[in-house]
């Protein structure tokens, strides 16, 4: 095993561990701020501002560093804040990104609606390390939950301190003010002043009273609604740019030297025919090898030019005994905070009527996103200045402080609103290697993975075992439940089910390839496993399989996203030839989805087509029903892949199929009919979308094959190479 | 070994000293500055790099800078005229067809390429034709919607 994954995973129960499996936090990055007060104005014009302090748990343990600030400007635990200019021009800033989940709009969206003011006048700032709070980072659907409300209620005191103002000026009671449509307005004179007429001249600063009540999703007006993305006219010119557009004066294209495969050592090294190029700078840092000119094609001639020797580490398992090999070095004592235990599991199997064990898989797969890893570096003096496409800004600015032993308040890290990420965006190495590259050159230097590296060299969604144990009543009620995951997570391990006897563990391996994040995270792999099992227990007890989750779901909410699912589909479906339905459900990061396929065989070629999905979707109050629809279908069309054919293959310590060619992700032709069932609860404060909807999806298209062909699928991918493939 | 080559691109023309070999993405990109072409892998197979070459869609990282000369290059940065989007552009935006972009420009300009030979496609067509353009994000359904409803709206502009 690799050492520095060793290191990582052993000091990894000291931070503070939103998710078990997010394998690729390496260190806890040092928060400094360095935007005083004065500079606010300064940097902004004058105006009002409000700064928002995250006091709950929850929210200050991913938005608010624990020390760094000048506490005598600024409160120590800053999570957002928002600007009002003399034109009445609204700013707000959070350190989140844009990475095509839409929160740009959405969150602007909360602005306008609480500050009541058009929506059109309101800007975001987002995930620059110079301008916006400290972010933990755009990970496990908590924009939505935690920036939301916060933007709220800055909005909400900045509204009344709009209001006070004006009460000041016509020497009225603030009570008797209202704020509509950009403007305070005294309904007794029937007087109005506007926003910007109210900020004019002003540097008025106030942070976030503790409390201050904010507009409940019923009186909502801008959020919401269906609003179209902001900057949409400059994602169909052209004219966006992401990192891999950015072109500095002067700039450089940096290229590195792979190893051939994973844990190689640089043994024999020699670069002096490299190095006589013309305009060629070349980096040697222990096995970091790389170079810098004026073209892609220059960098690539260096370091063909560049003579080196590797002794290789080859892994000890390959993509075919990847299973075996996780079971048999799982960790004997796992971590007690990944283990569940209620009732008597044992005994409770042993003694019941109906007995159904078995054993699912889950593969490596890869995000792929279209936009690959990309960073350009500059330096100006000791400062160092990086964009790149990241889930983490802040953590991106900690690993290049670390790594290039600099202060964090030398390095500023700004996201340009990113080609997708998937969760597999949380590291900083492009960004490591730009910027270690443009010390050296003295000169910006752009770093472009090719689709290759990052198949190859980025972190892949973990693969796992999950044993399941499982025991029935004669009434179908569930007696006893044993889960087990070996390696892939224990996000989503809970069962929703009312069960009398229960153990769930996650059991850990050291790891194999490098891991990480993947939307939906490990409650993928676990409701694959869990729904699927539920699927051949409702056959064994001879029960249509939505009633039988229903009898032994006690959820209201749950038991309302079955439902909705298996309306709109018209569950139960009268068998046909060649064709199979399936449901699943599950719940996480406080919202519900239940999905119901249909698939169709072609029993000459055992090719298996998905032919309809529709999935319902709850997650409390919706904030905008446009770009939520097309979060939940996305996830449904990217879930098609890992459900039906995507997964890494490896030997030797090398990926075998790391391009677009040899690595099947969903196109056009995969598509099915998708319906999108959106439940709105107002009563429920919004959680996040981006990732539950991919969850049910797999098992309901393997529920779906079992019922058109008897043959029960227990590995992801279903089917790489067809039915007949199995 | 670099050469002096002249490629016409959005109807402008435009000297470049390149390897003959280097893709046409790449001289778009670096040379030109125009970044609405996207690399996406490489190999064809994405379809995030595509432009119009003598009127045709093709993948711009597949074509060597040298099979460009003499045939006009479109990219997606040549489709608004006078400050006027492309309808394709327009019906990708009323159809909200995308989540992340990054795959966008390809999408459009292989719409617009689709819809100068089919200029009434079946959702059908539309998904042969787009096979080789890759979306992650999962916004296929909207773009297959706002490649009929740019094939409505170039209809009606056309009687």
């Given at each position: 095993m690799n050492k520095t994954t060793s290191e990582t995973m052993i000091k990894q129960p000291q931070k503070p561990l939103l998710e078990p499996e997010r394998y690729e936090f390496t260190s806890i990055p040092l928060h400094h701020f360095d935007l005083a007060r004065r500079e606010f104005f300064k940097l902004l014009g004058a105006g009002i501002a409000v700064f928002a302090i995250a006091k709950n748990s929850q929210a200050a343990q991913e938005t608010a560093p624990s020390h760094g600030f000048h506490p005598q400007d600024l409160p120590s635990d800053i999570s957002a804040w928002l600007h009002i200019g003399e034109d009445g021009a609204v700013t707000a800033f959070c350190g989140k990104v844009e990475i095509g989940q839409n929160i740009r709009t959405s969150l602007a969206q909360t602005v306008a609606d609480e500050l009541r003011v058009p929506f059109e006048s309101v800007r975001m700032v987002m995930g620059d390390t110079a301008l916006t709070p400290f972010d933990a980072g755009t990970f496990g659907s908590r924009t939505t939950p935690t920036m939301t409300p916060q933007l709220r209620r800055v909005a909400s005191a900045a509204r009344d301190l709009l209001v006070e103002v004006a009460a000041k000026e016509w020497n009225v009671a603030p009570e008797s003010l209202k704020a509509a449509n950009a403007k305070v307005t005294d309904p007794a004179s029937g007087r109005s002043l506007t926003y910007a007429s109210l900020a004019r001249g002003k540097t008025l600063a106030q942070n976030l009273p503790a409390e201050d009540p904010v507009t409940p999703p019923s009186d909502w007006t801008v959020a919401g609604k269906p609003i179209p993305k902001v900057d949409a006219r400059d994602f169909v010119t052209g004219r966006h740019q992401y990192t891999p557009d950015l072109r500095p004066a002067g700039m450089l294209h940096g290229k590195v030297l792979r190893p051939p495969s994973f844990g190689a050592a640089l043994v024999v090294y020699d670069d002096s025919a490299a190095k006589s190029l013309n305009g060629v700078v070349i980096v040697r840092d222990g096995n970091f090898v790389a170079a810098a000119a004026p073209t892609e094609h220059e960098a690539s001639t260096a370091l063909a030019a560049i003579r080196a020797t590797w002794k290789e580490d080859p892994l000890k398992t390959s993509s075919r005994d990847i299973f075996s090999y996780l079971k048999n070095n799982a960790e004997a004592k796992s971590n007690d905070r990944h283990r569940n235990q209620k009732g008597f599991v044992e005994g409770a199997l042993a003694g019941a009527a109906h007995r159904l064990d078995a054993v699912y898989t889950v593969a490596y797969i890869a995000h792929a996103p279209l936009e690959p890893r990309a960073a350009v570096a500059e330096w100006s003096g000791e400062k160092l200045t990086v964009w790149t496409g990241s889930q983490r800004p802040f953590g991106v600015r900690g690993e290049l402080a670390d790594t290039l032993r600099i202060p964090e308040s030398n390095v500023r890290v700004i996201v340009p609103?990113?080609?997708?990420?998937?969760?597999?965006?949380?590291?900083?190495d492009a960004a490591i290697e730009a910027a270690r590259l443009a010390r050296a050159a003295h000169r910006p230097v752009k770093v472009v993975w090719t689709r290759e590296e990052e198949f190859t060299w980025a972190y892949f969604r973990p693969a796992g075992v999950i044993e399941v144990k499982s025991a029935i009543a004669p009434d179908g009620k569930l007696v006893a439940w044993d889960f087990h995951n070996y390696h892939s997570g224990s996000s989503g391990i809970e069962t929703p089910y009312a069960v009398p006897n229960v153990r769930t563990e996650f059991h850990f391996v050291p790891l194999v390839l490098r891991s990480g994040s993947y939307r939906g995270l490990a409650a993928t792999a676990n409701h694959f496993a869990r729904e699927t099992h539920m699927d051949a227990l409702a056959h064994a007890a001879q029960i249509d399989p939505l009633e039988f989750r229903l009898k032994n779901l006690e959820d209201a909410r749950m038991r309302a996203v079955l439902e909705a699912a298996a309306k709109n589909f018209g569950w139960p479906r009268a068998k046909a030839q060649n064709r199979g339905f399936g449901i699943a459900c599950g719940n996480e990061k406080g919202s519900y989805v239940a999905t119901c396929a249909e698939i169709a065989i072609d029993k000459d070629s055992g090719a298996v087509r998905v032919v309809r999905l529709v999935t319902a979707f709850e997650c409390g109050a919706i904030v905008n029903p446009d770009g939520l629809r097309n979060q939940v279908i996305g996830a449904n069309i990217q879930g098609l892949g890992g459900a039906l054919f995507e997964a890494i293959e490896f030997e030797n310590g090398r990926i075998t199929n790391p391009r677009f060619s040899r690595y099947r992700v969903p196109r056009f032709r995969d598509i099915p009919e998708i319906e999108a069932v959106l439940l709105d609860r107002k009563d429920i404060a919004p959680a996040g979308a981006g990732e539950t909807p991919i969850m049910a999806v797999a098992p309901a298209i393997g529920n779906a094959i079992f019922n058109a062909t008897g043959q029960r699928l227990t590995n992801l991918p279903l089917i790489p190479n067809g039915l007949k493939g199995t | 070994m670099p050469t002096p080559l002249e490629l016409e691109v959005n109807g402008k023309r435009y000297p470049v000293h390149y390897n003959p070999e280097t893709p046409l993405l790449f001289v778009l990109r670096d040379e030109l500055g125009l970044t609405g072409s996207k690399y996406g892998?490489?190999?064809?197979?994405?379809?995030?790099c595509t432009v119009l070459l003598g009127g045709q869609p093709r993948r711009s990282c597949q074509i060597p800078v040298s099979a460009a000369v003499g045939k006009p290059v479109t990219t997606i940065e040549g489709l608004e005229k006078d400050g006027h989007l492309h309808p394709v552009q327009q019906a990708f935006i009323d159809a909200g067809a995308f989540q992340c972009a990054y795959c966008t420009s390809g999408m459009i300009m292989s719409s617009v390429g689709l819809l100068q030979s089919n200029p009434n496609p079946t959702s059908a067509d539309i998904a042969q034709f787009l096979q080789g353009n890759i979306c992650r994000c999962g916004t296929h359904p909207r773009i297959v919607d706002a490649v009929h409803q740019a094939a409505k709206a170039m209809q009606e502009r056309a009687r």
């Open positions: 609103d990113t080609g997708s990420a998937y969760g597999g965006k949380h590291t900083g | 892998c490489g190999e064809g197979q994405c379809g995030s």
